[in-house]
């Protein structure tokens, strides 16, 4: 059973495009996020929803809209594409938004921007 | 603001040989800490964390980490390596008053036979 799932794993679009990444947690937390891992590693955050609120929202373009219908989904949406989006985009949850609280990754969704 | 450091990008072991993965934070506060490890094509698995009681944290699959205030560190160590350690790992601190961990770049550890 796995705990977070997000769809798809892999994504090719042409430059311009519009795609989301859909995210599901069936772990009971109250607290998702959403990371973007670049070539070399790097691992930023991006957004963090708890309780279906809005609690980080870090310096990223506006064409990234995350979008929480419940607290176990948290889907990113991202207009116009550009080569510069291609990376390793993973969701995360935790219990809640304390500083010690775990946070368990998905899988991971490899987004490819042709 | 803080930060973490890991310093080497790439480790290589031989089998059986002692692993160490270096990370120094910066905190302007009591930090929590994490190790993290991430197998190809796979998601991010907590290895251990430090969150202000005992600072010798022992985690999954033999590794252990120790908390040193006066050094700012938190190295993960195992004492003896195993194939199926190679993977990247990541050391994190959960930032004060922002809900968010910040990551450090991450060391490849590589186990030769």
């Known amino acids: 059973d796995t705990a977070v799932s997000q769809t798809p794993k892999y994504l090719v679009t042409q430059m311009g495009n519009d795609k989301s990444i859909k995210c599901e947690q069936n772990l009971g937390h109250d607290t998702m996020y959403w990371y973007k891992q670049d070539s070399k590693k790097f691992l930023k955050i991006m957004f963090s929803?708890?309780?279906?609120?809005?609690?980080i929202n870090e310096t990223v373009p506006n064409r990234f809209s995350p979008k929480s219908p419940d607290k176990a989904h948290l889907n990113l949406h991202i207009n116009s594409l550009e080569l510069g989006d291609s990376a390793v985009y993973f969701c995360?949850?935790?219990?809640?938004?304390?500083?010690?609280?775990?946070?368990?990754f998905g899988p991971g969704t490899r987004l490819l921007v042709l | 603001a803080q930060s973490v450091t890991q310093l080497g990008s790439h480790v290589s072991v031989s089998e059986g040989a002692l692993v160490l993965l270096r990370c120094n934070y910066s905190s302007s506060v009591p930090p929590y800490l994490f190790w993290y490890v991430q197998y190809p094509n796979q998601g991010l698995q907590l290895l251990l964390k430090y969150t202000s009681a005992a600072t010798l944290v022992k985690g999954i699959n033999g590794f252990e980490a120790e908390f040193k205030k006066s050094e700012t560190s938190f190295h993960l160590t195992k004492p003896s390596a195993h194939m199926s350690d190679a993977a990247e790992y990541f050391c994190a601190v959960s930032a004060s008053g922002t809900y968010k961990y910040i990551f450090g770049t991450g060391t490849r550890l590589k186990v030769l036979a």
């Open positions: 995360a949850s935790s219990q809640d938004f304390r500083r010690e609280e775990t946070q368990y």
């Open positions: 929803y708890n309780n279906k609120e809005l609690i």
